[in-house]
């Protein structure tokens, strides 16, 4: 891959929300309408985030969240349609697996509907035995928060 007007950046405070919303709608049916806020929050609690530029372009973006030894889960690997298929999808990935953060993690999840095969190249393998989903409802809150006052209340 050589394409020089192209900058990857770990920096966070880069990321330009509105470009980062605009390039889900258009790039990314999974990450649709996601909110200038939610983006902040997910982006703020992730690291490595990882971002591609051309020139004041947003081109790609990606993130990963992680404990930095055992487990770790990329998330919103995304590229602008009209930047695709010159390899930068693959040099993302590669950019987050070898992150200081993530490059002594056992094992890295990741959730894709249609691209296995693109993520197989790089090297992940279809797990299907070990995904399970838990899709937060209301009453999970409210447990959770009772069970942190009880324990504040007893002192722990």
Same mark, same amino acid.
């Given at each position: 891959?050589?394409?020089?007007?192209?900058?990857?950046?770990?920096?966070?405070?880069?990321?330009?929300?509105?470009?980062?919303?605009?390039?889900?709608?258009?790039?990314?049916?999974?990450?649709?309408? #996601?909110?200038?806020? $939610?983006?902040?929050?997910?982006? /703020?609690?992730? !690291?490595? @985030? %990882?971002?591609?530029?051309?020139?004041?372009?947003?081109?790609?973006?990606? #993130?990963?969240?992680? $404990?930095?030894?055992?487990?770790? /889960?990329?998330? !919103?690997? @995304? %590229?602008?349609?009209?930047?695709?298929?010159?390899?930068?999808?693959?040099?993302?990935?590669?950019?987050?697996?070898?992150?200081?953060?993530?490059?002594?993690?056992?094992?890295?999840?990741?959730?894709?509907?249609?691209?296995?095969?693109?993520?197989?190249?790089?090297?992940?393998?279809?797990?299907?035995?070990?995904?399970?989903?838990?899709?937060?409802?209301?009453?999970?809150?409210?447990?959770?928060?009772?069970?942190?006052?009880?324990?504040?209340?007893?002192?722990?």
């Amino acid at each position: 891959m050589n394409y020089p007007q192209i900058q990857f950046s770990d920096r966070k405070s880069l990321i330009d929300l509105d470009q980062l919303q605009q390039l889900f709608n258009l790039s990314a049916f999974w990450a649709k309408e #996601r909110s200038i806020e $939610d983006l902040k929050i997910a982006i /703020t609690n992730s !690291d490595p @985030v %990882i971002s591609l530029w051309d020139e004041k372009k947003l081109v790609g973006f990606a #993130r990963a969240t992680s $404990d930095g030894i055992y487990r770790a /889960t990329i998330w !919103d690997v @995304v %590229i602008h349609p009209e930047y695709r298929g010159r390899g930068l999808g693959s040099k993302l990935v590669e950019t987050i697996l070898s992150h200081p953060r993530m490059r002594r993690v056992e094992r890295v999840y990741l959730m894709t509907t249609h691209q296995q095969g693109f993520y197989e190249k790089i090297g992940f393998q279809c797990n299907p035995t070990t995904t399970m989903v838990l899709h937060n409802q209301p009453n999970l809150e409210s447990l959770a928060s009772g069970e942190i006052q009880l324990q504040e209340s007893r002192g722990g």
